[in-house]
């Protein structure tokens, strides 16, 4: 009550942040005259002159105005746009680095221009991420036409680009593109072998379009990208067997979450039928070095126990294929994840598929932090403002509209079933749409809007349906929407980035209508005709009371609905929105079957009737809302805690391979190695204040020969009446700095450095895949702890260390061994066969969905890059050949020889090589 009076007469925070910009809106206006008066050339030599300001040691702060100012000039000239005063205030909250939140059709695409060029100056680059790579191709080349104007270059990244083509996109001043494709192109630089052939530089700020798409709806997903494994079909088979011995009481399960877990003494039983079986290392089944084992052993209960033949899959083919639970079809050619899908097919005795291998993961949360400077625009973010500050530490700003909105909004209103709400929308979209009232229809889901449809069809209705299939003809689509009687029917992924014009776009409907017209007095004809009949077309609109928008249910999310909502009322035009409800809907079967406001809404509502708004009931479903968005906020801060502690590994491992690229020798590195190795081998056969004849001697000479190649004499070391441990360790140590020395010297600096450049790489990033896989199971069984009283995520971060300083010491070892054994010639690389395609992904945890394709990663390494756990052929016309002692775990025939098969073909033509000069005949 106080806060209400208080905020009435001061005003709320917003509102005081949104004045103090006033000041600074009025600068800018004062240039405004100055530079209409400039030609062309003069207005574009102002961003030369800003970079000699900016290296004479003026801020971009000091620049602001004129910059500002600038772009606004450009904008009115190019694109016969001019930024109102509301726009320059989206402007400087960019700039700033915070979230600025403007209403549907206020121009936000218009806004960005102004925090790019002016960051842009710097000459640093800015990324610009939209949705999808229709919106990244339009609008690099709608308002790339301001920046080019003023001298900028543009770039933009899209799906089947070259190296070279997107090293080109990110040398740009200003570059357009997806997250998904920056997220993937930031993967798949940390897989390469040289700087060379890297396509990203240093961050230097993003600028998120659609922002709590990106940054709120998509942030529970990581970027994967994953290979091929070893076959691992008898361990599955062998899990397999051991689950069927196990009876009803050795586990407990949850059919609603579909989980199930071992009880105390299943869990006993397991470990002897493991045990048996030789799969369990030391007695405990839940020690770190049975974590794959526990976790082959999960999904193998999940498949035998909680998964049913002919109702979550069935078998055709001598394949598993998932039934989608709400459609009853089958699912071809789609696998349940983390190997799931592998355990449903040990069970059915069908041929296990090999699983992908997490080879480089990301959240976006931690991509997106990496920007030193990070802003957002969106026309619904205020919902989520705590979130948005407490992973991103942005602020959101809600600009005013240009124009007082006039759009109605409806109290929402209720039906008791599925069909009847359907046949009432039905009905009253046919009275709009009679009366020359365009409709908007947002449904939650494909099938919802394919059952209105057909709804509509009964009462004669004609409509469009609308899905997120193929984005640019669903943007003409939804810019008619705003026809008179028009009923156009999307799902929440349609139409985004496309205003919704009363009466039609007449850019769009010249698009349409005049594809083939050349430019002349016909064709200008034909646009005043356009243009006369959209007009008359606006008016009738308008008075039938603007664009009417329907929604068939809430979203779990307020924002979502505020999205739909904010689709009418654009610049204000009158509109009109309203929600229809029924106790069927995903939402309100929150409150389950017993709950008091099902039985009084049961009770209240005749079959076929709708009950009164009321404001009491849309306060409920707001508050049901309320429930999910915080649930889903706590699933998404537990995916970045635990990415958190990946995250801390992964700048490790980053930055340790951009060190040794960048190194002009690494000759300390792989000695220091060495000299752990040494002191590893004989510290543990030679343990402090122990006798030569308590010595481990034999293990000691089986891992020396094994690890550094060498056969010393340590049994006449031992004859001498002085001799130590140090003493054993510095002949060591000698002796294979002597060995790697002598095999050095066959080859030239630059080559042998290049040699251990490759080697080091290769074993780093092995040791890096094998690391991820081995914490992806952590992940999956680390809960259960929670039983135990503890915390998971602290026994996450304690295992997660524990493992990864075990990784560095095997890749010492590794490392160490590698160079110690290999021999190596100068050789012609051998004609091999291809690799497998390797899978760009982005995948839910927790769901098992997958909203990309499986595309190929492309040329994952660039021009002369080598595959993970492979030596690179940069080191070509050098081979390392298998000796004759000592596996090193390579194999000639994973080598890469010539073109990279997923690589562009060298003729020119476009296409992979691999489907033109590479095809096998």
């Keep these: 009550m106080l806060g209400a009076i208080a905020k009435s007469l001061f005003g709320s925070s917003n509102d005081r942040y949104v004045k103090s910009l006033n000041p600074l809106l009025a600068k800018i206006a004062g240039f405004e005259a100055s530079l209409q008066a400039m030609d062309d050339a003069d207005l574009a030599r102002r961003t030369e002159r800003f970079r000699e300001r900016l290296a004479a040691g003026e801020t971009l702060d000091q620049l602001l105005p004129e910059a500002f100012a600038t772009v606004r000039e450009a904008a009115r000239r190019v694109l016969g746009m001019r930024h109102f005063d509301v726009q320059m205030i989206g402007g400087i909250v960019l700039h700033r680095g915070e979230i600025a939140e403007m209403r549907t059709g206020e121009g936000k695409t218009l806004v960005a221009t102004l925090a790019c060029y002016l960051n842009a100056l710097p000459g640093k680059g800015i990324h610009v991420i939209t949705v999808n790579d229709y919106l990244a191709a339009r609008d690099a ?12 270059t543009v770039g933009v990244i899209v799906p089947n680009l070259t190296d070279q083509q997107r090293r080109d996109a990110y040398g740009s001043d200003i570059t357009y593109g997806t997250n ?17 052939s890297m396509v990203q530089r240093p961050f230097a700020m993003a600028l998120i379009d659609e922002v709590d798409s990106v940054l709120i709806d998509e942030a529970r997903t990581p970027l994967i990208i994953s290979g091929p494994t070893d076959d ?85 083919d001598d394949k598993v294929i998932i039934i989608d639970e709400f459609t009853g079809r089958m699912m071809d050619g789609r696998r349940w994840s983390d190997g799931l899908h592998q355990a449903v097919e040990a069970k059915e005795g069908v041929r296990i598929e090999p699983e992908n291998q997490t080879m480089a993961s990301i959240t976006f949360q931690n991509y997106f932090r990496m920007y030193p400077k990070l802003a957002g625009m969106t026309g619904t973010a205020a919902t989520e403002a705590s979130e948005f500050y407490d992973i991103y530490k942005m602020n959101v700003v809600s600009i005013p509209t240009n124009v007082v909105v006039k759009r109605v909004d409806e109290e929402d209103t209720f039906y008791k079933s599925i069909e009847d709400k359907f046949r009432g929308i039905a009905r009253t979209i046919r009275d709009h749409a009679e009366r020359g009232q365009p409709v ?14 057909e709804f509509l069809t009964q009462e004669g209705v004609v409509h469009s349906v609308l899905n997120a299939r193929f984005h640019e003809r669903e943007a003409h689509i939804v810019a008619q929407a705003g026809r008179a009687g028009a009923v156009t029917i999307a799902t929440n992924m349609a139409g985004r980035g496309t205003d919704i014009q009363l009466g039609g776009n007449l850019e769009f409907r010249a698009e349409d209508e005049l594809a083939g017209v050349p430019d002349g007095p016909e064709r200008e004809a034909a646009l005043d005709r356009i243009r006369a009949e959209i007009a008359a077309e606006k008016e009738r609109v308008l008075a039938a009371g603007g664009l009417f928008v329907l929604a068939t249910e809430r979203h ?96 490790v491992i980053y930055e340790q391979r951009a060190d040794i690229m960048d190194s002009g020798t690494v000759g300390d590195v792989v000695g220091d190695m060495r000299l ?16 030569p004849e308590q010595w481990d001697v034999e293990g000691m000479k089986k891992r020396l020969a094994e690890l550094l190649n060498l056969e010393p004499p340590v049994d006449d070391w031992l004859k001498e009446e002085a001799i130590d441990a140090e003493t054993v360790e510095t002949r060591v140590r000698e002796a294979a700095d002597a060995a790697i020395a002598a095999k050095a010297t066959d080859f030239d600096e630059a080559t042998w450095t290049q040699v251990e450049k ?78 497998p395609d390797f899978l760009t992904t982005h995948f839910d945890p927790f769901t098992g969905e997958d909203d990309t394709r499986d595309i190929d990663a492309g040329n994952a390494w660039g021009s002369g890059g080598g595959p993970l756990g492979l030596v690179s052929t940069q080191i070509a016309p050098m081979q390392m050949v298998q000796p004759s002692a000592g596996d090193l775990g390579m194999d000639p025939a994973d080598w890469i020889g010539g073109v990279n098969r997923n690589a562009p073909c060298p003729c020119g033509s476009g296409r992979k090589y691999k489907h033109c000069h590479g095809a096998v005949a």
């Design 141 to 152: 080349d709608w308002m790339g036409q301001v920046y080019r104007f003023l001298g900028l």
């Design 180 to 196: 998904n494709e920056f997220g993937f192109d930031y993967l798949r630089d940390n897989m390469k072998y040289d700087r060379a």
């Design 232 to 316: 691992k079909s008898e361990l599955y088979m062998s899990v397999d067997a051991v689950v069927k011995r196990l009876g009803p009481d050795d586990y407990e399960m949850d059919e609603k979450q579909k989980t199930i877990i071992l009880t105390e003494d299943g869990t006993e039983r397991a470990e002897r039928i493991l045990e048996e079986a030789g799969l369990l290392e030391g007695a405990n089944l839940y020690d770190f070095e049975n974590t794959q084992v526990v976790h082959h052993l999960n999904q193998a209960l999940r498949a035998n126990m909680m998964f049913k033949r002919d109702v979550d899959y069935l078998v055709k």
């Design 440 to 453: 908007l229809v947002g449904t939650v889901s494909i099938e919802k809007s394919e059952l209105l449809s």
């Design 556 to 651: 779990e999310s307020r924002r979502i609905d505020n999205q739909l909502r904010g689709r009418s009322g654009r610049q204000g035009d009158p509109g009109l929105s309203r929600f229809y409800l029924c106790l069927d809907d995903d939402l309100l079967r929150i409150f389950g079957p017993d709950t008091m406001f099902s039985k009084m809404m049961r009770s209240s509502i005749e079959d076929g009737e709708a009950l009164p708004p009321s404001r009491w009931m849309t306060k409920a479903i707001e508050t049901a809302q309320k429930k999910v968005e915080a649930r889903n906020y706590d699933i998404r801060k537990q995916v970045v805690e635990y990415d958190d502690v990946m995250n801390d590994q992964r700048k």
């Design 676 to 691: 752990e190795t040494v002191n590893g081998i004989v510290g543990a056969a030679c343990p402090p204040n122990s006798y």
């Design 758 to 835: 490759s080697i080091l790489l290769q074993n780093l990033d092995h040791h890096w895949k094998e690391h991820l896989s081995t914490l992806d199971a952590l992940r999956q069984v680390v809960h259960l702890r929670a039983y135990a009283q503890k915390t998971p995520i602290n026994e996450y971060k304690q295992e997660a260390f524990a493992l990864f300083e075990r990784m560095l010491s095997g890749i010492r070892e590794d490392v160490t061994r590698t160079i110690a054994h290999a021999h190596f010639q100068v050789q012609a690389p051998p004609e091999l066969p291809e690799l």
